[in-house]
């Protein structure tokens, strides 16, 4: 497999964006720097011929855990909402979501 | 032969009633109070909560009844782990004032067993960082030299043990962050095979790699530590519903008729004072009945960059949650899309900030398939390789680190030099496989060296009986200067 091309400043002000990460100017040159850094260091991965090899997402697959679909105690409300930031009538206040009359 | 077990006589002797838990968690917090404003090993020390369920121990005792096999013994948990109504922090502060609302269940089976919990250690960010340098409440210094770092991302949970303020103390190991902070620290610590020990409640970083292990003075406590927190949880999905290996019954065994493969790209990169080590704690296993051999894996080279694709990949999924709504820091803005970006933007420090774009990054459109997908054929290349090492050693010898702990400061600057400190450690937790580091004198700079046995998967039994070997073998090692507590 060939590498894919360098990561640019531009790359990673988009994923900047995507991971809801605001950067300042600084920040975006330091990134782009060490990220190339690592990702460099990884050509030598993304290089390799591994056609045919299955991908391994877990070590010790466990796969279909189920259990008995039976009424159990869960978190108490209370303490779970009492430690979000805003709360209103036993939820969670957010502020208002974009696009959205204020 | 017998191993030293000093929190197993510990327990003894307040099961016995020869000593009060009172006392026993008395002594331990005085030496907290003593030496921590310098090591800055705990984030939180739960005096109050601490004293108050010594007191349950003893009276339990007092009814004559058992409190279990750690009655009395205070622990000290990595701040990744949660306690219900007490802060866990994960040495960020986007998790600003977050008192959990349940405990983890390696935390109820502490208390189960009559442990009683003395506080939270520091560790890097989110356990992202190989030196606890990455915390935002500062570092955590190295007891055998402030100057130094203890190794991470559990720095504060290996130095609390090496400083004496607690005998035993969890840890968790994504990339070797068990493993290498007690080598550096001068401690026993061990990463378990995964899915041996419940994952419910321990903060995720990279989900498929996390495992939550022992760090101790002795193999002899990190075995009867490791025999307290395993076993099937149906709490998590991916905790093993098959028989967990009981170690300590194991412990003094010996290794006669074992055959030990001392891997040879583990010592590569290895310092020439460490590597030494090495070869001699191979001596140390041969002088005691195993036959030592070569052994060759050679696709864990491979280990590090595949490493730093799959788990900041992990990673930036399980950080997503940290958005300003239910719990931790809110940043407030006029909507929620600016509310979650200010919050994340000053709740995450820098490398917890790196690895989230790194990987966002490589599960993007256009280049998941080059970097992820890659990355966990890799991983499949690395088991298959260690499978076959397997078929010739029972268990594989190496460094746990490259070098000694290095000075702080030394390796901020540079995230991938950083990374280099976890080349030893990672094949493991890539496989899923256990591994244990086990203290072995000092390197030429009079630090601790840590050597590491690494075995298949559920082989914890095997790991420790050689790994008392080579305790029972190693030199000596000055006591750390920074230590207050008493080692026994």
Redesign the interface.
């Known amino acids: 497999?060939?590498?894919?091309d360098r990561?640019t400043r531009a790359?990673?002000a988009h994923?900047?964006d995507?991971?809801?990460?605001?950067?300042t100017e600084e920040?975006l040159d330091l990134?782009t720097h060490?990220?190339a850094?690592?990702?460099d260091?990884?050509a030598?991965?993304?290089s390799?011929d591994?056609v045919g090899?299955?991908?391994?997402?877990?070590?010790?697959a466990?796969t279909n855990?189920l259990?008995p679909d039976e009424l159990r105690p869960c978190?108490?409300r209370d303490?779970?909402l009492g430690?979000?930031?805003?709360v209103e009538d036993h939820r969670?206040r957010?502020?208002?979501?974009?696009g959205e009359a204020p | 032969m017998s191993a030293p077990r000093p929190s197993v006589l510990l327990a003894g002797a307040v099961r016995s009633g020869a000593r009060s838990a009172v006392d026993v968690v008395q002594e331990h917090l005085a030496a907290i109070d003593a030496g921590d404003d310098r090591v800055h090993a705990f984030n939180l020390v739960m005096a109050d909560q601490a004293r108050t369920r010594a007191a349950e121990v003893d009276r339990i005792v007092a009814g004559g009844d058992d409190p279990g096999p750690l009655a009395g013994v205070p622990v000290a948990l990595k701040d990744n782990l949660c306690t219900r109504g007490v802060p866990t922090t994960c040495s960020s502060r986007i998790l600003d004032g977050?008192?959990p609302?349940?405990d983890a269940t390696v935390v109820t089976r502490l208390e189960r067993a009559g442990a009683v919990v003395v506080g939270k250690t520091n560790m890097d960010e989110f356990a992202m960082g190989s030196s606890t340098e990455t915390s935002a409440f500062g570092p955590t210094r190295n007891p055998h030299d402030p100057g130094r770092v203890p190794g991470g991302s559990s720095g504060g949970s290996a130095a609390a043990v090496a400083a004496g303020f607690v005998p035993l103390a969890l840890g968790s190991d994504t990339g070797g962050s068990i493993r290498q902070p007690a080598a550096l620290c001068g401690v026993v610590g061990m990463k378990p095979?995964?899915?041996t020990v419940s994952r419910y409640g321990l903060v995720a970083f990279a989900s498929?790699l996390d495992q939550v292990g022992p760090i101790a003075t002795t193999v002899a406590d990190a075995a009867l530590l490791f025999d307290v927190i395993g076993g099937h949880d149906?709490c998590d999905?991916?905790?093993?519903?098959r028989p967990t290996p009981r170690v300590l019954s194991v412990l003094d065994d010996g290794v006669a008729g074992l055959t030990v493969g001392v891997l040879t790209e583990l010592l590569d990169g290895a310092d020439p004072d460490v590597a030494a080590r090495v070869h001699q704690a191979a001596e140390a296993l041969s002088a005691a009945g195993a036959r030592v051999e070569e052994a060759s894996v050679p696709e864990v080279t491979?280990g590090?960059?595949?490493y730093?694709?799959i788990a900041p990949g992990e990673a930036?999924s399980n950080l997503?949650r940290y958005?300003?709504?239910?719990?931790?820091?809110?940043v407030?803005?006029?909507?929620?899309?600016?509310?979650?970006?200010?919050t994340?933007?000053a709740g995450?420090g820098?490398e917890v900030?790196?690895r989230?774009?790194?990987g966002?990054?490589v599960l993007?459109a256009?280049?998941m398939?080059?970097?992820y997908?890659?990355?966990?054929?890799?991983?499949?290349?690395i088991?298959q390789g260690f499978d076959k090492a397997y078929r010739r050693c029972d268990v594989l010898l190496g460094p746990t680190a490259p070098t000694t702990a290095f000075p702080l400061g030394a390796k901020t600057g540079d995230?991938?030099t950083m990374?280099l400190s976890d080349v030893c450690t990672i094949p493991s937790n890539?496989?899923?496989?256990p591994a244990i580091s086990v203290p072995f004198g000092p390197g030429d700079d009079g630090l601790p060296v840590g050597v590491q046995l690494l075995g298949p998967?559920l082989t914890e039994g095997t790991l420790v009986r050689a790994a008392a070997v080579v305790e029972a073998a190693a030199p000596i090692l000055d006591p750390p200067a920074l230590a207050t507590g008493a080692r026994s």
């Open positions: 497999m060939s590498t894919p990561i790359d990673v994923v900047a995507l991971a809801r990460l605001d950067l920040e990134f060490q990220l850094q690592v990702l260091h990884a030598d991965v993304a390799l591994l090899v299955e991908p391994t997402a877990h070590a010790m466990v855990v259990r978190l108490e303490e779970v430690q979000a930031p805003s969670f957010v502020p208002r979501i974009l | 977050w008192r609302p349940y095979t995964y899915g498929s149906p999905s991916t905790s093993l519903n491979l590090l960059s595949a730093y694709l930036s997503a958005d300003g709504v239910r719990y931790g820091l809110r407030e803005a006029e909507d929620t899309v600016a509310m979650n970006t200010a994340r933007s995450f820098p900030k790196r989230i774009m790194l966002t990054y993007s256009g280049y398939d080059a970097y997908n890659q990355a966990l054929r890799v991983r499949t290349r088991i995230p991938l990374y890539l496989a899923g496989h998967a």
